[in-house]
């Protein structure tokens, strides 16, 4: 999303689009999107490479003579785009290995196994201490917690008491018919901003830092949708539910 011509090629793609229901856009941009990575902005090796090749030259030239101040502003540019470039790959590796662990789960890998190994370890069970009784006996542990659960959770008699007399406060009605309005635009808008912008991705594959980077373009078409569904209750099979929860129901 820092790159200056993402956001002309989502609107660019998002505008050829137009006439096809919301959920049915946000799928089909993926595929612009993916070409735009690998044409644009996926050749991150050898911007860097290219950066690195030519300041070595400027170095190699000013142990022999005077860079001009033309060949010095030139360097201060190839190191800026060079700091600019390392940190959108790092970037890029940091959200690689989160869509990775995200899609991909545990899998049975080096990475992955050691993970399982430590995670296993954290949660093993190995003692367990009841009353005064220490438990080391995996078959008797088990037991045990089975044994405590089935209590925790066993039906008990309760006595009955009538909730008005607590003096609770009521909502008036006024209030309740609040409760029933329909969402509006700015609503969607300000749960959409609430949420942690790097949550797991969507169905979709897009995150929320995404959404709200290209709402100007997005954001009228979105907040119908979300309000249709309120109204409706209808939700469509291939809408990435991330689009509802971002409201607060009522």
């Known amino acids: 999303m820092n790159e ?3 956001i002309k090629v989502f609107k660019k793609e998002w505008v050829q689009l ?3 229901p919301f959920h049915m856009k946000v799928v089909k941009m993926r595929e612009p999107l993916r070409k735009w990575n690998r044409e644009v902005f996926g050749h991150i090796d050898q911007k860097i490479k ?3 090749k030519e300041m070595a030259k400027l170095d190699l030239k000013a142990q022999e003579f005077m860079l001009d101040e033309v060949e010095w502003h030139r360097r201060d540019a190839l190191q800026s785009l060079l700091w600019l470039w390392q940190t959108r790959k790092e970037r890029y590796w940091k959200q690689l290995l989160r869509c990775k662990i995200i899609k991909e789960g545990d899998r049975n890998t080096k990475y992955f196994h050691v993970l399982a190994t430590i995670r296993r370890r ?3 069970i190995s003692s367990l201490t009841r009353g005064t009784e220490v438990i080391n006996d995996q078959t008797e542990i088990k037991r045990t917690i089975i044994q405590h659960f089935k209590q925790l959770y066993a039906r008990q008699e309760a006595t009955m008491f009538d909730i008005s007399t607590l003096g609770l406060n009521k909502i ?3 209030e309740c018919n609040t409760l029933e309005e329909q969402v509006t635009p700015m609503e969607v808008r300000e749960a959409m901003l ?3 912008p790097l ?3 969507g169905y979709d594959g897009f995150n929320l ?3 709200r980077h290209v709402w100007p373009i997005i954001g009228e078409e979105c907040s119908r949708y979300v309000i249709q569904f309120f109204k409706t209750g209808i939700l469509p099979q291939c809408i990435n539910t991330t689009w509802v929860t971002l409201v607060p129901k009522k």
């Open 4 to 6: 200056p011509s993402f």
């Open 18 to 20: 137009t006439g096809l």
């Open 50 to 52: 290219s950066f690195q």
């Open 122 to 124: 954290k949660k093993m």
């Open 172 to 174: 008036t009605h006024e």
């Open 194 to 196: 609430s949420c942690g």
């Open 199 to 201: 949550k797991a991705l």
């Open 209 to 211: 830092k995404c959404i």
